[in-house]
C-alpha cells in the first residue's frame, strides 16, 4: 500500500505538489495522468525517495520514505523513465548486483535472475555488455530488476515510451498480473489509451494538484451522455493550464477559491471541445463535486 | 519473449536478511572490479592506439620530470650545499612543504568538485538512492572515483620528485619503501576534507554554492598570488642572497605548520631518507623509526577522515540531494548579445547558409561554459606567462640573447600549436558526430553536405585564429624579436590554425560516432586520437620548417657565433625555402583531410 499524507513539494518557488493526499490500496493498478510540469514525477521522486517532502509524509507498506528509507527501498520496484544501467556490466551482472543489495542468497538470485531473464526474452542479451543494448533491452532488464525481490510496490515512470508493441502488450500483461497477486501498482503515463486499459484508477494532476481522482467510468459520469474517450475526458478536465504553480499564485487561487481554478480551466476546454462532440456548450464540470444524479466519485482522498 | 510465468505472491516483500556493512561494501567492490576488467579489456582490444599514447606520454612526462626534478637536487647537493649541511636541509625542506601544502590545497578542492559532480549530478547515484543501498555505501563508493580522479596527477607529479630526492641523498632502501605508504595514507585526508566540505556546502548552501566555491577559490588564489608576487618581486640584486633566501623561507613559513598533513608528509620523507646514525641513539630519535610514526600519524588521521565523512554523508546525502534536486532554477533566455551583433557583422561577407551555421555554432560556444572557459583558463595561463617571459630574458644574462630568445619564442609558438591541437580534439573533432545525431535538423534544410563541413572548418579556423595569433604577437612583442621573427610567427600561427581546424574537421567527417552523446567521449576515441598525434606531428613539422632557417639566420647575424659552418649567402634561401615548404605541408594537411572528409559525409546515411 502506498499511502501520500499532506505531501507538499517545491522547487524554490515554484509548488510542484500541493497538499497531495493519496491511498493505493494493495491490489490496484493507479495511473497518474497530467500534463508535462503538472508534479508527476516529482511525486514518484518522493514516493521512492529521491526527493524529501517539503511538508507531508509518504508511507510504503507503512514505512516512512524519510526516516525508514531502506526499508521502504526494500518495498519497491522502480521502472524510471530513463532507465539506467552500468554500461560495462552484461544484463545478468546487473541483475546480480541488484538481487544481492536486496538481500538476497547467491543461489536464491540465480533462480530469480532466471525467471526474470526467461520472462523479459533477455536470454541473447543477458551475457553481453549493455553499452550495447537498445532503449527497449534496456527497459526490460530495468523491469526485470525491479521485480527480482518480489516487491510489494511497483513504480512505474512513462513504462511504454519506446517499446514496441510486443514489449508494450508484455508490460501491460505484467502490470495486471502483479495487481493479480496484490501488489500497490503507481503508474505515471500519457499514454492514455494504456491507463483506461490497465488502471483500476486514475488520478489527474494539474499544477501540482491533484483535480481528480477515480475510476475512468467515473470521469466518463462527468458527461452522461456524451460517450467521451478517456482522452476527450483529460483535455477536457485539465484545460490549457500547464506547468507548476508560484506560491503567489497558489495564494492567490486559494483567496479566490481552491475549487473555481479547476472548473475554470475545464470551462475554457470545454468550450474548445464543445462543437466536436455535441451541439451545445458542455457544462462546467466540477471533479470533486461531479453534477447530480450522477453518484459523486471519490474525494481527493480515496480511502481503500 | 515468453508468456509471464504464473502470478505470484507480492503482498509484502518476503523477509530477506539485512545487508551487513561489509557486505553491502563487498558487493560494491566487485561490481566496480567487474566494470574496470569489462573496460581494461575494452582499452586493450578497441583502444590499442588510444592506450598506448596515453601510457607513452605518461612515460614521457613522467621521465621527464624525473630529470628535471633529479638535476635540481644534483644542482643544490653541488652548486649551493652538499646533503647535510643546513643550507641543503632548509632548502629541500622549504621545497617539500611548499610542493605539498600546495597539492593538499589542490586535493581538497578537486575531490571535491569531483564528488560534487559524482553524487548530484550522475545516473549512477540517482539509481542508488532507489536501492536498498545505504546513503554512506553511495557516498564511499563515488568518493573512491573521487580520490582516484583527483589525486593521479599528484602521483604523476609526487614519485618523480621523491625518488629523484631518494637517488640524489643516497637514501636507503627503507626510504623507497615508505614512499607509496607515505603518500596513499596522505592523499586520503586532503581528499576526506574536500567530500566532506562538498557534503556540509550542498546542505546547508545548496543555493549558494556557486558564490561560496567561487568565494574560496578567489581568496585561495589570491592568496597565492600575493605570495608569489612578494617573492619573485625582488630585485635582481637581491635574488639568491641569504637575506633573500631566509625571508623566502619566512614568507612561505605557514607551509610548515605542525597541524598540516603535508607537514607530516614532508618531515617524514625527509627523516626516511638520512642516512642510519652512525652512534647509537634513543629509537624514538633514529631517522627512520620517526618517518614511521609520521606515517602512522597519516594513517590513523585518513581513517579517523574517513569515519567523519561516513557519519556526515549518513546524515546529509540524502537531505543534500533533495535540496540539490529542488533548488530554485532561473530558465536561461536566449538573447542577442553585442558579440552576436559583432559576430554577424564579422561573417557578413559569407554566404547566407554558412553564416547561418557559423552564428549557429557560434551561439552554441558563447553559451556554453563548459568549451569556452577551459579555451579561457589555457590560453589565460598561457597570456600571463608570455606577459612575463621577458623576465627570463633578463635573469638570463649569461645565455646568449639571440639562441635564448629565438628558441623561446617557436618555443611558443609550438606551445599554442599543442595546446589549440587539444582544443580541436576536444572541441572541433566531435562536432560532425553531435551534427549528426541532430541530423533531422539539418538534413531536412536546404543546405548541402558540402557547405556543413565547410562552415565547420571556417568556424574552427577564424574561431582559432584571432585568439592564438594575438598571444603569439604578445610572446614576440616581451621578447622583443625582430619583425622578420614577428612576420614568419604570424605566418605559421595562420597555417597551424588553418591545418589544425582541416585536420579535426576532415577526420570528424570521415570517422563520425553516431551512437556517442558526450563530446568527451567521442574525442577520446580512436578518430579522436588520431587526430591528436597528427596534429602533433604536423605542428612539430610546420614548427621546425619555419624555425630552424629563421633561428639559423639570426644567430648567424649575432656577433657572438662564428659563422663557418652557416653560409650566409644561403641563409635567406633556406627561410624562403623552409617557409615555403611549411606552406604546401600546410595546404596539403588541409586540402587532403577536407576533401576526404567532405566526400566522405555526403556519402554518409543516417540511422
Known amino acids: 500500500m502506498i499511502e501520500f499524507r499532506g505531501v507538499t513539494r517545491s522547487y524554490g518557488d515554484t509548488l510542484a505538489v500541493r497538499g497531495l493526499d493519496l491511498v493505493i490500496p494493495s491490489g490496484e493498478l493507479f495511473a497518474m495522468l ?9 511525486t514518484i521522486k518522493m514516493l521512492v525517495g529521491l526527493l524529501r517532502p517539503g511538508a507531508g509524509q509518504v508511507l510504503v ?25 552500468y554500461e560495462k556490466l552484461s544484463g545478468r551482472e546487473f541483475l546480480q548486483f541488484v538481487a544481492e543489495m536486496h538481500g538476497m542468497s547467491r543461489s536464491e538470485a540465480g533462480r530469480a535472475i532466471d525467471r526474470e531473464i526467461s520472462r523479459f526474452g533477455l536470454g541473447r542479451f543477458a551475457d553481453e555488455l549493455s553499452e550495447s543494448y537498445s532503449h527497449g533491452m534496456k527497459q526490460r532488464t530495468v523491469f526485470a530488476a525491479a521485480l527480482l525481490h518480489d516487491p510489494p510496490v511497483l513504480v512505474v515512470d512513462e513504462p511504454l515510451v519506446g517499446l514496441d508493441p510486443h514489449s508494450i502488450r508484455l508490460v501491460k500483461d505484467l502490470l495486471r498480473e502483479r495487481v493479480d497477486a496484490g501488489a500497490s501498482v503507481f503508474m505515471s503515463t500519457h499514454t492514455l489509451a494504456a491507463a483506461e486499459e490497465v488502471a483500476d484508477r486514475v488520478g489527474v494532476m494539474q499544477q501540482g494538484q491533484v483535480i481528480f481522482l477515480g475510476t475512468v467510468e467515473e470521469m466518463r459520469r462527468l458527461h452522461p451522455a456524451r460517450d467521451m474517450t478517456l482522452e476527450r475526458l483529460y483535455l477536457t478536465l485539465v484545460g490549457g493550464e500547464v506547468g507548476g504553480v508560484s506560491s503567489r499564485e497558489a495564494a492567490e487561487q486559494a483567496d479566490a477559491g481552491s475549487a473555481a481554478r479547476p472548473q475554470r480551466g475545464a470551462q475554457q476546454a470545454s468550450e474548445r471541445v464543445a462543437p466536436i462532440d455535441s451541439p451545445g456548450p458542455l457544462e462546467p464540470p466540477n471533479p470533486l463535486q461531479p453534477p447530480n444524479p450522477v453518484e459523486p466519485p471519490s474525494p481527493v482522498e480515496n480511502q481503500p | 519473449m515468453t508468456p509471464a510465468p504464473a502470478a505470484v505472491r507480492a503482498t509484502a516483500a518476503p523477509e530477506r536478511r539485512d545487508l551487513d556493512t561489509r557486505t553491502e561494501a563487498a558487493l560494491f567492490r566487485r561490481v566496480r ?8 579489456r575494452r582499452l586493450l582490444g578497441q583502444a590499442r592506439l588510444r592506450t598506448l599514447l596515453v601510457v607513452t606520454l605518461s612515460l614521457f612526462f613522467w621521465c621527464g620530470l624525473f630529470a628535471l626534478f633529479y638535476l635540481g637536487f644534483q644542482f643544490l647537493s653541488t ?39 559524482g553524487l548530484f549530478a550522475s545516473p549512477e547515484t540517482r539509481y542508488l538512492l532507489t536501492t536498498p543501498a545505504r546513503d554512506e555505501r553511495v557516498v564511499l563508493h563515488k568518493f573512491q572515483e573521487a580520490v582516484l580522479f583527483s589525486s593521479w596527477g599528484f602521483f604523476l607529479l609526487a614519485s618523480p620528485l621523491t625518488i629523484a630526492y631518494g637517488l640524489s641523498v643516497d637514501a636507503p632502501w627503507s626510504y623507497y619503501a615508505l614512499i607509496l605508504p607515505l603518500i596513499l595514507s596522505f592523499v586520503y585526508i586532503p581528499c576526506a576534507l574536500g567530500a566532506i566540505c562538498c557534503l556540509l556546502l550542498i546542505y546547508k548552501l545548496a543555493h549558494v554554492r556557486l558564490t561560496v566555491l567561487a568565494a574560496i577559490a578567489a581568496v585561495s588564489f589570491g592568496a597565492a598570488v600575493a605570495a608569489v608576487w612578494d617573492a619573485v618581486g625582488a630585485t635582481r640584486t637581491q635574488v639568491f642572497d641569504d637575506r633573500f633566501f631566509n625571508d623566502t623561507i619566512n614568507r612561505f613559513s605557514f607551509t610548515r605548520g605542525e597541524l598540516l598533513p603535508s607537514s607530516w608528509l614532508s618531515d617524514a620523507l625527509i627523516d626516511a631518507a638520512q642516512q642510519p646514525p652512525p652512534i647509537p641513539m634513543p629509537l624514538g630519535e633514529t631517522p627512520v623509526v620517526r618517518a614511521v610514526m609520521c606515517l602512522l600519524l597519516l594513517f590513523t588521521n585518513s581513517l579517523m577522515a574517513r569515519l567523519i565523512l561516513k557519519a556526515v554523508a549518513q546524515r546529509t546525502f540524502r537531505t543534500a540531494f533533495s535540496q540539490m534536486e529542488c533548488r530554485p532554477r532561473r530558465a536561461r533566455r536566449g538573447k542577442t548579445a553585442l558579440v552576436d551583433r559583432v559576430a554577424e557583422a564579422v561573417l557578413h561577407p559569407f554566404p547566407p547558409q554558412v553564416r547561418l551555421l557559423l552564428l549557429k555554432d557560434w551561439r552554441l560556444l558563447r553559451r556554453d561554459p563548459v568549451q569556452w572557459s577551459q579555451f579561457l583558463i589555457f590560453f589565460g595561463l598561457l597570456g600571463l606567462y608570455f606577459l612575463n617571459v621577458d623576465q627570463f630574458r633578463v635573469t638570463a644574462g649569461d645565455i646568449d640573447r639571440a639562441t635564448w630568445v629565438n628558441l623561446v619564442s617557436f618555443l611558443n609558438l609550438a606551445v599554442v600549436g599543442l595546446i589549440l591541437s587539444t582544443f580541436t580534439t576536444r572541441f572541433i573533432y566531435p562536432m560532425l558526430s553531435l551534427e549528426g545525431r541532430r541530423f533531422w535538423v539539418l538534413g531536412l534544410m536546404p543546405v548541402s553536405r558540402e557547405t556543413i563541413v565547410w562552415s565547420k572548418f571556417v568556424f574552427a579556423a577564424l574561431g582559432s585564429w584571432a585568439p592564438c595569433a594575438a598571444l603569439i604577437l604578445v610572446s614576440d612583442l616581451m621578447l622583443r624579436v625582430s619583425a622578420l621573427v614577428i612576420g614568419v ?12 581546424a582541416a585536420l579535426a574537421v576532415g577526420l570528424g567527417a570521415i570517422m563520425p560516432d553516431f551512437r556517442e552523446a558526450s563530446p568527451s567521449k567521442i574525442a577520446a576515441g580512436f578518430g579522436g586520437t588520431l587526430n591528436l598525434v597528427l596534429s602533433a606531428i604536423y605542428i612539430i613539422l610546420v614548427v621546425t620548417l619555419t624555425a630552424l632557417p629563421c633561428h639559423f639566420k639570426l644567430i648567424a647575424d649575432s656577433a657572438s657565433i662564428n659563422p663557418d659552418w652557416l653560409p650566409t649567402r644561403y641563409l635567406d634561401l633556406w627561410l624562403v625555402l623552409g617557409a615555403g615548404l611549411a606552406v604546401a605541408v600546410g595546404m596539403v594537411a588541409t586540402i587532403v583531410p577536407l576533401t576526404r572528409g567532405v566526400r566522405a559525409f555526403s556519402r554518409l546515411e543516417f540511422d
Open chain 1, 61 to 85: 507498506e507503512g514505512r516512512d520514505v524519510v526516516s525508514q528509507a531502506r526499508e521502504a527501498a526494500k518495498q519497491i520496484g522502480y521502472v524510471p523513465d530513463q532507465p539506467y544501467l
Open chain 2, 33 to 40: 572490479l567487474t566494470e574496470a576488467r569489462a573496460h581494461l
Open chain 2, 489 to 500: 610567427h604570424q605566418l605559421t600561427t595562420v597555417l597551424l590554425c588553418v591545418g589544425l
Open chain 2, 79 to 117: 652548486g649551493i650545499a652538499a646533503p647535510g649541511y643546513p643550507f641543503h636541509t632548509k632548502t629541500v625542506e622549504f621545497v617539500f612543504h611548499l610542493f605539498f601544502a600546495s597539492l593538499n590545497l589542490m586535493l581538497i578542492f578537486s575531490s571535491g568538485i569531483i564528488l560534487y559532480g
Open chain 1, 34 to 42: 497530467g500534463h508535462n510540469g503538472a508534479g508527476k514525477t516529482t
